[in-house]
């Protein structure tokens, strides 16, 4: 693991919130709660390099067009100051949290979020973040797979990373049967190092 870190190299842990990671939470991902020891070694592993760590945190309000309950797909879920929004309790937070959705924004990419009416997107400060420190390789994991670990990727490559996704360390949501095949396949065309 130590051997992806060095020089310009950064780590980006997804959404590893209770509402995803613990089976009580409202739109758990089936076996959250098992990447967790494995990122807090990746988290080491990072820091013991020197490389900086991120970490993104879905922070919505009580109504949003991203529930169900406001015309959106999802349950509600990472409500801001709820318990299910918060950290799951055994990881390792060590950086810089990018807080997406505060305003009810959809935000699947960690880099950005987009008005679920008007499609208007804009950026967050993790892209600002990482060209301040000179990062060219961006390593990726947490919850979920098919979704925000997804979209963080392919928005890191779209703007020139390089990017590593230790699949042992994200787990699937897999709202339609085959979204975790259709995401690693669409990751590895977008030049997304899986391994």
């Known amino acids: 693991m130590t051997a992806r870190y060095g020089p310009r190299v950064a780590l980006l842990v997804v959404d590893v ?21 494995g990122i807090n070694a990746e988290i080491a592993a990072a820091r013991a390099a020197g490389a900086p760590v991120f970490y993104s945190q879905d922070w919505h309000p009580a109504r949003t067009p991203h529930f169900v309950t406001d015309g959106g797909v999802w349950p509600p879920h990472c409500v801001a ?8 309790p055994e990881l390792t937070v ?12 959809d935000g699947y990419s960690a880099f950005s979020v987009r008005d679920p009416r008007s499609g208007d997107q804009r950026s967050t400060l993790l892209g600002q973040r990482l060209a301040e420190q000179e990062v060219t390789t961006l390593v990726v994991v947490g919850l979920a797979g098919d979704h925000c670990v997804r979209e963080s990727a392919l928005e890191a490559r779209g703007l020139g990373l390089t990017v ?12 339609r049967p085959g979204d ?9 065309a977008a030049g997304v190092l899986l391994d």
């Open 17 to 37: 919130q209770n509402d995803f990671a613990d089976p009580a939470g409202s739109l758990y991902v089936t076996g959250g709660e098992e990447v967790v020891a």
């Open 81 to 88: 100051g709820t318990s299910g929004a918060e950290f799951h």
């Open 94 to 105: 060590a950086g810089e949290v990018i807080r997406k959705g505060v305003d009810g924004a």
């Open 164 to 175: 590593l996704l230790p699949l042992e360390l994200t787990r699937f949501v897999n709202l």
């Open 180 to 188: 975790d095949q259709r995401s690693v396949t669409a990751m590895r």
